[in-house]
Nanobody
């Protein structure tokens, strides 16, 4: 079973930055999708940033502010979040997918105060 553990969330003022990390228990070379999602209270989970089959995509709401990256030596996926806004407040989840299925972390809370 693949395990994902997110870290790096917290409380930050608007305009600030956070870097989320997602440690994966298997080699990242095993996965063709490596993604970050978020879910705000009362809202559906949404895709924030994705690295899929060599292509990187971002939700329109975070383009130019968030950057997804990965370290294959550390089996870790990152989400650098800059110029944070109160509407970025949510639980952030990392997720990976291979031919056997999609796997999720437990989530990390990000709260942006105005």
């Amino acid at each position: 079973q693949v395990q994902l553990v997110e870290s790096g969330g917290g409380l930050v003022q608007a305009g600030g930055s956070l870097r989320l990390s997602c440690a994966v228990s298997a080699s990242l070379f095993n996965f063709y999708d490596m993604d970050w999602y978020r879910q705000a209270p009362g809202k559906q989970r949404e895709l924030v940033a994705a690295f899929s089959r060599g292509v990187t995509n971002y939700a329109d709401s975070v383009k130019g502010r968030f950057t997804i990256s990965r370290d294959y030596d550390k089996n870790t996926i990152y989400l650098q979040m800059n110029s944070l806004k109160p509407e970025d407040t949510a639980v952030y989840y990392c997720s990976v997918e291979n031919r056997l299925g999609r796997y999720w972390g437990q989530g990390t809370q990000v709260t942006v105060s105005s």
